[in-house]
């Protein structure tokens, strides 16, 4: 069966260090992986979508860069961290093969950005 | 650009209560729409989903959902909630990547 890891759980970073977050996938190959942010009261917001591996896309414009070196692996990663960058991270994926696919979500991180 | 709405920030209800959750989404087109729900400490997971076909959608644990075209509307009903729907519940509407655009998510809390 597939499953999604994301990691770490939770972190706490001052503001101007780097970030990064790992996300794999198991039991499946070649899927559309995703980012989401959930800031405080402002619902869940798509960061960065891939297709394959080196295909990142970026939904909104932020100090924050996605990567996926591996046909499993999305990396969330920023070189200086700004206050509102705090949130709730979560990592998804998608099989291809069509729109009806469903996603399916990885645990979350919380990151605080003090 | 596609966007959702979800009408209440926090919904407090006392069990054996009815629910309904308002989502409103902005597509012209053929729709794709979902609930999620999260339960304290665990994943975002699927209640339902509509594609096509018959509007009333059930899914699990007792919700249902219903399709109204013409309200571009999605509400998520429970005849009668218990304790253990506590959780954040999440309408979203399939984006053109694939992608899912989420509304900002309403909290239940269900009082025993």
């Known amino acids: 069966s597939q499953t999604i890891h994301q990691w770490p759980a939770t972190l706490v970073q001052p503001v101007g260090s780097p970030l990064s977050l790992e996300c794999t996938v198991e039991g499946t190959s070649n899927p559309n992986l995703y980012w989401y942010r959930q800031a405080a009261g402002r619902g869940l917001q798509l960061l960065f979508y891939s297709v394959g591996i080196g295909q990142i896309s970026s939904e909104v414009p932020q100090n924050l860069s996605a990567s996926r070196p591996q046909d499993r692996q999305f990396i969330l990663s920023s070189k200086k961290l700004l206050l509102s960058d705090s949130g709730f991270y979560l990592c998804a994926w998608r099989a291809k093969g069509g729109l009806g696919n469903t996603i399916y979500f990885g645990e979350g991180s919380w990151l605080t950005v003090v | 650009a596609q966007s959702v709405s979800q009408h209440n920030h926090h919904v407090i209800l006392s069990e054996a209560a009815s629910l309904e959750l308002g989502c409103n989404y902005s597509y012209g087109g053929t729709v794709n729409l979902f609930w999620y729900v999260q339960y304290p400490g665990q994943h975002l997971q699927l209640l339902l989903k509509?594609?096509?076909?018959?509007?009333l959608v059930k899914g699990i644990k007792g919700f249902e959902a219903e399709f109204i075209k013409s309200k571009f509307s999605f509400n998520l009903r429970k005849p009668s909630v218990q304790w253990s729907d506590t959780a954040e519940y999440f309408c979203a509407v399939r984006g053109s990547q694939g992608n899912l655009i989420f509304g900002k998510g309403t909290k239940l809390s269900v009082k025993p």
């Open positions: 509509y594609f096509s076909g018959d509007p």
